[in-house]
T-cell receptor, first 116, second 111 residues
Framework: DAGVIQSPRHEVTEMGQEVTLRCKPI?????LFWYRQTMMRGLELLIY????????DSGMPEDRFSAKMPNASFSTLKIQPSEPRDSAVYFC??????????????FGPGTRLTVT | ELKVEQNPLFLSMQEGKNYTIYCNYS?????LYWYRQDPGKSLESLFV?????AVKQEGRLMASLDTKARLSTLHITAAVHDLSATYFC???????????FGAGTILRVKS
């Protein structure tokens, strides 16, 4: 299996621009998570989906952030407009929950976002 | 709300020594995970602990879970330089799918 795939791996953008991060979960997994990691705040859960439905978005910082999961194999995290304080590494993770699933989360390689 | 406390946050140890990282959490949890992160890399799953008293071992690392005490430990035996990394514990709130990550323990093993 290819594992969780994220793109782009690096993104440098100017303040005010729209940024879209993409994630392809592991085939067969039914939950998808978006995290943000910074030195100051550590690893924060932004939002997670079960069977393509957003379940908990309490970690989304503000209205500038939005996430979608149009199907089981693709999710996006959009920031519009971006600000320098959004600079961080954004991770996507997927897991199989329910039934025989272990709920173990498998992380993608991350997208390093720099907003200047 | 589930809160997680790891200690120590930074650990510098000599090769060959033993040490334990502690993970305390504030509310009931029935599952706990340990992850490793190398600098600039993603998180790698180390252990999945699914029940009270669970103990898992892989090489020089051993993890345990005491759900009554709300405590998990990661024990390092005869440390080697390759174990240098940041280690995170992540319990899951009961009946929930998400994980709550601790702040991480930065481990540096000196030759």
């Amino acid at each position: 299996d290819a594992g969780v795939i994220q793109s782009p791996r690096h993104e440098v953008t100017e303040m005010g621009q729209e940024v879209t991060l993409r994630c392809k979960p592991i085939s067969g997994h039914n939950s998808l998570f978006w995290y943000r990691q910074t030195m100051m705040r550590g690893l924060e859960l932004l939002i997670y989906f079960n069977n393509n439905v957003p379940i908990d978005d309490s970690g989304m910082p503000e209205d500038r952030f939005s996430a979608k999961m149009p199907n089981a194999s693709f999710s996006t995290l959009k920031i519009q407009p971006s600000e320098p304080r959004d600079s961080a590494v954004y991770f996507c993770a997927s897991s199989l929950v329910g039934g025989q699933g272990s709920y173990e989360q498998y992380f993608g390689p991350g997208t390093r976002l720099t907003v200047t | 709300e589930l809160k997680v406390e790891q200690n120590p946050l930074f650990l510098s140890m000599q090769e060959g020594k033993n040490y334990t990282i502690y993970c305390n959490y504030s509310t009931t949890s029935d599952r706990l995970y340990w992850y490793r992160q190398d600098p600039g890399k993603s998180l790698e799953s180390l252990f999945v602990l699914l029940s009270n008293g669970a103990v898992k071992q892989e090489g020089r690392l051993m993890a345990s879970l005491d759900t009554k005490a709300r405590l998990s430990t990661l024990h390092i035996t005869a440390a080697v330089h390759d174990l240098s990394a940041t280690y995170f514990c992540a319990p899951s709130p009961q009946y929930g799918n998400k994980l709550v990550f601790g702040a991480g323990t930065i481990l540096r093993v000196k030759s």
